[in-house]
């Protein structure tokens, strides 16, 4: 989690509009997506309330322009879970998602879901009530400009020491390096290994299997 934070601060070193925040990462267990959406809407509001709070108390702006801004402020915020278009697909893999959790994403915050070759997103909606439901709440994105790159592909590149040179910022490149990760050993190490939710629910139901 360490380098994916300090690789992800690399590649937008040049934008200014997108951060990075390390919240996730610096839980001391594998925390669920609903979970971290919870912290980072508190965030939000609690950010909104100390506006509103300044507004309050600060007694030099003229009265309409207070009312004005305050008015302004009043807007709760929105936060959505930007994800690809496949995402949605893993809704339906036994065991990796709550039921409950599904429909506090899709009904509290709601989803925007980026277009990818091969994915069909409104037939996983079609598929699934609760998706369905809520559907006014998902938000899908046609990507003109298709770049079907992915983590995995890179990785895969990595380990067979093919250049990935234009695929990523030169800046993450350079690190991935220094620290000598994503190797072929690195790679090893994680090989045939269950995500978390799975794990949690092997090590739940392996007692009534005795």
Same mark, same amino acid.
């Given at each position: 989690?360490?380098?994916?934070?300090?690789?992800?601060?690399?590649?937008?070193?040049?934008?200014?509009?997108?951060?990075?925040?390390?919240?996730?990462?610096?839980?001391?267990?594998?925390?669920?997506?609903?979970?971290?959406?919870?912290?980072?809407?508190?965030?939000? &509001?609690?950010?909104?309330?100390?506006? $509103?709070?300044?507004?309050?108390?600060?007694?030099?702006?003229?009265?309409?322009?207070?009312?004005?801004?305050?008015?302004?402020?009043?807007?709760?915020?929105?936060?959505?879970?930007?994800?690809?278009?496949?995402?949605?697909?893993?809704? %339906?893999?036994?065991? &990796?998602?709550?039921?409950?959790?599904?429909?506090?994403?899709?009904? $509290?915050?709601?989803?925007?879901?980026?277009?990818?070759?091969?994915?069909?997103?409104?037939?996983?909606?079609?598929?699934?009530?609760?998706?369905? %439901?809520?559907?006014?709440?998902?938000?899908?994105?046609?990507?003109?400009?298709?770049?079907?790159?992915?983590?995995?592909?890179?990785?895969?590149?990595?380990?067979?020491?093919?250049?990935?040179?234009?695929?990523?910022?030169?800046?993450?490149?350079?690190?991935?390096?220094?620290?000598?990760?994503?190797?072929?050993?690195?790679?090893?190490?994680?090989?045939?290994?269950?995500?978390?939710?799975?794990?949690?629910?092997?090590?739940?139901?392996?007692?009534?299997?005795?």
């Amino acid at each position: 989690a360490r380098h994916r934070v300090a690789m992800a601060k690399l590649a937008l070193e040049s934008s200014d509009w997108i951060r990075v925040d390390p919240w996730e990462s610096e839980q001391e267990t594998w925390t669920e997506t609903v979970k971290v959406l919870r912290h980072h809407y508190n965030e939000s &509001l609690g950010l909104l309330q100390s506006k $509103k709070e300044f507004m309050r108390n600060k007694r030099s702006i003229e009265r309409s322009t207070e009312d004005s801004l305050s008015y302004q402020h009043s807007v709760l915020p929105e936060l959505k879970l930007l994800c690809g278009a496949d995402f949605l697909q893993t809704f %339906k893999t036994p065991n &990796l998602w709550k039921e409950e959790h599904i429909k506090e994403i899709v009904e $509290k915050f709601g989803l925007v879901c980026i277009s990818r070759a091969g994915s069909d997103p409104a037939q996983y909606i079609n598929a699934s009530d609760l998706l369905t %439901k809520f559907q006014h709440n998902i938000f899908l994105v046609k990507e003109w400009i298709q770049n079907e790159i992915s983590a995995t592909q890179i990785r895969h590149a990595l380990c067979r020491g093919l250049s990935v040179k234009y695929l990523i910022p030169d800046s993450v490149i350079s690190y991935i390096a220094q620290h000598n990760i994503y190797t072929e050993e690195s790679e090893r190490k994680n090989e045939g290994d269950l995500l978390q939710p799975l794990k949690l629910h092997n090590t739940t139901v392996n007692p009534l299997n005795d």
